[in-house]
């Protein structure tokens, strides 16, 4: 806990990690807006030169077996502003277009046609390209040559083209001053703007965790606020449901504790009071000593179903417990459950009435759902009249489905606790102690019928009873 409330003092805080992040990514754009602009703006300009200059060679050579070579070649010198110069194997001219007035690299008196021709020839990709100061223009000039070959794979020939290199000094100049006034402002427009948007992300984050270590202190009403994002309002809609639920769950924890301790103060105290009265009073009555050995043995039998009940709740919310599935008729099983009840009936005046429908297959977990019919009858006869002692189960057989009902003919239950009467360890506020079970037999049956995803629930009016039922949806149809 020390390490979960201290943490962030050992680290940067969200809103500085923002802002680096914001500035590192404005840096990289800077710095690639540098690089392509300004520092490699001049091999740039002459890496696509070299490129467009390929292609117009490769169009001028594609063609030569053209009848209007001539007039598609000179197009392309004048849109391009280029010289062409195409030369056979030995060096006889075979076409020529010069848009410099004789005045470029391959045409002019000391133009180096051969020399050019030679390191073609020497070339390993058929390509040169020449990056060279023509002093007649006073220009830098570029100087491509391709080797021209026939379809039958010889060399027929070779192509030159020359064409001014624009010298890109002044505008590199121009483009770092715009470039540094650029930059000055952004980086200062970037500052102002990480910071305001790093402490806009980061406020509600903030809020959330100071609120979360209060949650983590014990203060189940803190609220979180989200922050106007999306993700940052359902985090802190999960944090007040999480609150929730853990105010819920101390408050059953306390619940737990408090009836836990009533639950066990009482057999406890009794076994206690019974065995101190056979040491003191009844050693040597035996009829005497036989009575309070009896109810000794009734209140460690309690003590040990209350024990077995909470460990099986356990499991079953723990899901360690898994189903047993088979098939069996439930109006059988139902028969057999009321007939266990005969003998209370009879000791206690209870009067358990039956209703069956007919015999109807059911593929579920027997021992559990014996238990669930078994837990609800318990509870009905706890809580039905003392007048009249009533209880009645009854089996209806629907189209897809058997409902199973247990109705008793107590006080009913208020609206706002029905929701509230499956909850482990709910008392209501007229809670007595029980004549049959523990306290949890409605824990139990929620929690089984969870397993087998059934439908359940209660059905109450006060002073007139209440009535339990639960549907088994996995019927067997029977075939015919």
């Not at 077996?65 to 030369?87: G, K, P, R, T, Y």
């Not at 009016?461 to 019927?475: A, M, Q």
């Amino acid at each position: 806990m020390h390490k979960l409330l201290h943490g962030p003092e050992k680290n940067l805080h969200i809103g500085i990690k923002i802002w680096m992040l914001y500035i590192l990514f404005v840096c990289i754009i800077f710095l690639l807006m540098w690089l392509f602009q300004v520092i490699f703006l001049q091999w740039f300009y002459e890496a696509f030169k070299i490129h467009d200059t390929a292609k117009l060679a490769k169009q001028v050579v594609a063609a030569c077996n053209s009848e209007n070579f001539e007039e598609i070649a000179m197009n392309l010198a004048l849109q391009n502003e280029v010289c062409i110069e195409m030369i056979d194997t030995d060096g006889r001219e075979v076409y020529y277009n010069c848009v410099y007035d004789g005045e470029c690299l391959l045409h002019s008196e000391n133009n180096g046609l051969f020399f050019y021709m030679t390191d073609l020839k020497n070339s390993k990709t058929d390509t040169i390209a020449r990056h060279l100061m023509n002093d007649e223009l006073q220009s830098e000039m570029l100087v491509y040559g391709s080797t021209i070959y026939w379809e039958s794979g010889e060399v027929a020939g070779y192509l030159f083209l020359n064409t001014k290199l624009v010298p890109v000094e002044s505008t590199i100049s121009i483009l770092k001053r715009q470039t540094v006034i650029i930059t000055s402002i952004l980086v200062a427009f970037s500052v102002i703007l990480s910071i305001f948007m790093a402490n806009h992300i980061s406020a509600p984050l903030v809020r959330i965790t100071r609120s979360a270590k209060r949650l983590a202190h014990g203060d189940y009403q803190t609220k979180f606020e989200g922050g106007g994002y999306a993700e940052v309002d359902e985090l802190a809609e999960t944090l007040t449901y999480v609150t929730h639920e853990l105010s819920k769950a101390e408050e059953m924890q306390r619940d737990l504790i408090a009836n836990i301790s009533h639950d066990l103060r009482t057999p406890l105290t009794m076994l206690k009071a019974y065995a101190e009265m056979i040491r003191d009073l009844s050693g040597d009555n035996p009829v005497k000593r036989e009575q309070h050995l009896n109810i000794i043995i009734e209140e460690t039998d309690r003590l040990s179903l209350l024990v077995n009940d909470m460990l099986d709740l356990s499991k079953l919310e723990s899901g360690t417990q898994k189903l047993n599935y088979s098939v069996f008729d439930i109006a059988v099983c139902m028969q057999e459950i009321v007939h266990r009840y005969e003998g209370i009936s009879e000791q206690m005046g209870y009067h358990i009435h039956f209703t069956p429908d007919a015999s109807c297959l059911v593929n579920c977990d027997e021992g559990k759902i014996n238990r669930v019919i078994g837990n609800l009858i318990n509870n009905a006869i706890n809580y039905t009249s003392k007048d009249d002692k009533q209880v009645f189960v009854t089996q209806k057989n629907l189209p897809d489905r058997v409902r199973i009902e247990v109705r008793d003919t107590g006080n009913g239950i208020e609206d706002d606790k029905i929701k509230l009467i499956f909850d482990k360890y709910y008392r209501s506020e007229n809670h007595k102690r029980e004549v049959v079970g523990t306290g949890l037999g409605l824990s139990i049956v929620k929690a089984i019928l969870k397993m087998h995803e059934y439908d359940y629930g209660v059905n109450s009016k006060l002073g007139e009873g209440s009535t339990f039922w639960f549907e088994i949806r996995d019927v067997v149809q029977k075939d015919g």
